[in-house]
C-alpha cells in the first residue's frame, strides 16, 4: 500500500500565495506522475498540474504562469507552488501518484485532500 500526505492548505487573501506538499511513503519501487488535482463541492475532480518522472509537466489553462509543480525523487515528494492565488482557486486540493510497487505491480493512490480557501 501506498501513502499520501499532503501538507500546506490554509486560508490566503487573494493575491497571495501558499505551497503545497505531498510525500509519498510504503511500497513503492517507482513512481511515474505525481500530480494535484482540486475539487469543489458537487463538481468534478479536475487536474490542477501533473509532473512525470523525467521533469516533464502539464498545466491547467486556468494556472499557468502562477502555478509551479516540481518534485523531489528522492523524498518521493511533489510540490505546488501557487501564485497569484484568486478567490476561484479555492477548493480540496488532491495529491495523486502512479508508479510500481515492489511486489511488481501498479498503483494509482488519492491523498486525503488538503483545503485552500482564497478569500477576496
Known amino acids: 500500500q501506498v501513502h499520501l500526505v499532503e501538507s500546506g492548505g490554509g486560508l490566503v487573501q487573494a493575491g497571495g500565495s501558499l505551497r503545497l506538499s505531498c510525500a509519498a511513503s510504503?511500497?513503492?519501487?517507482?513512481?511515474?506522475?505525481m500530480g494535484w488535482y482540486r475539487q469543489a463541492p458537487g463538481k468534478q475532480r479536475e487536474l490542477v498540474a501533473v509532473?512525470?518522472?523525467?521533469?516533464?509537466?502539464n498545466y491547467a489553462d486556468s494556472v499557468k504562469g502562477r502555478f509551479a509543480i516540481s518534485r523531489d525523487n528522492a523524498k518521493n515528494t511533489v510540490y505546488l507552488q501557487m501564485n497569484s492565488l484568486k478567490p476561484e482557486d479555492t477548493d480540496v486540493y488532491y495529491c495523486?501518484?502512479?508508479?510500481?510497487?515492489?511486489?511488481?505491480?501498479?498503483?494509482?493512490?488519492w491523498g486525503q485532500g488538503t483545503q485552500v480557501t482564497v478569500s477576496s
Open positions: 495523486q501518484a502512479n508508479g510500481s510497487s515492489y511486489y511488481g505491480d501498479d498503483y494509482f493512490y
Open positions: 509532473i512525470s518522472s523525467d521533469g516533464s509537466t
Open positions: 510504503g511500497n513503492i519501487f517507482s513512481i511515474n506522475d
